[in-house]
């Protein structure tokens, strides 16, 4: 059975501050992931995807992914209270009969007090 | 279609009566995922098509669910006598191309209320 795991939260922080999302998986043939927000009542939106070790950033998101570890993270800088949503982690399946298959994690609830 | 299509957006049904959902994908959308969403959770993994072929349908919770995509285009999900443990948001997504490393695009989602 492949996994995704994450905090579940809620993560608290306050406005102007760093929130850290965390994510590891178990499938250790993934190459590609993603992290989507979800606001209440609302579907997923992409937000980040990465593909390599190491660091990608836009704008105020940076993805980190190390596969040694199987762990992806998302740092969000100078948070703000439209911030505040569910954070998913998905994980591509890359190979075997169900490639291109998409995984998502529990998500974790931030929240962002002003 | 500008976006993927979900219908109905509200449903209830009674306890035993059969449903079904429908997805119409962004057209020329080679990937179709259906996903369920309950309350406060990330969206569980249902099925899988590309194009008309149900690659993957381990995540279908019993055999009273179903799915379909006879032309590779628009889906139907169906629910067999359905349980109460069955309310919750079922989720379709498209992608353009069977490969992995692309965007997903989430439809609105139909709410299922089993009564």
């Known amino acids: 059975q492949k996994e995704v795991e994450q905090n579940s939260g809620p993560l608290s922080v306050p406005e102007g501050a760093i929130a850290s999302l965390n994510c590891t998986y178990s499938d250790r043939g993934s190459q590609s992931f993603f992290w989507y927000r979800q606001y209440s009542g609302k579907s997923p939106e992409l937000i980040m995807s990465?593909?390599?070790?190491g660091d990608k950033e836009d704008g105020r998101f940076t993805a980190q992914l190390n596969k040694a570890s199987q762990y992806v993270s998302l740092l969000i800088r100078d948070s703000q209270p439209s911030d505040s949503a569910t954070y998913l982690c998905a994980v591509n399946i890359d190979y075997g009969g169900s490639q291109g298959n998409l995984i998502f994690g529990k998500g974790t609830k931030l929240s962002v007090k002003p | 279609g500008a976006g993927v299509s979900q219908s109905p957006r509200y449903k209830v049904a009674k306890r035993g009566q059969d449903v079904a959902l429908r997805c119409d994908p962004i057209s020329g959308h080679v990937s179709l995922f259906w996903y369920q969403q309950a309350l406060g959770q990330g969206p569980e993994f249902l099925t899988y098509f590309q194009n008309e072929a149900q690659l993957d349908k381990s995540g279908l919770p019993s055999d009273r669910f179903f799915a379909e995509r006879p032309e590779g285009s628009v889906s139907t999900l169906k629910i067999q006598r359905t349980q109460q443990e069955d309310s919750a948001v079922y989720l379709c997504a498209s992608r353009r191309r069977g490969a992995g490393n692309e965007k997903l695009f989430f439809g609105s989602g139909t709410q299922l209320s089993v009564l």
């Open positions: 990465i593909y390599s070790n």
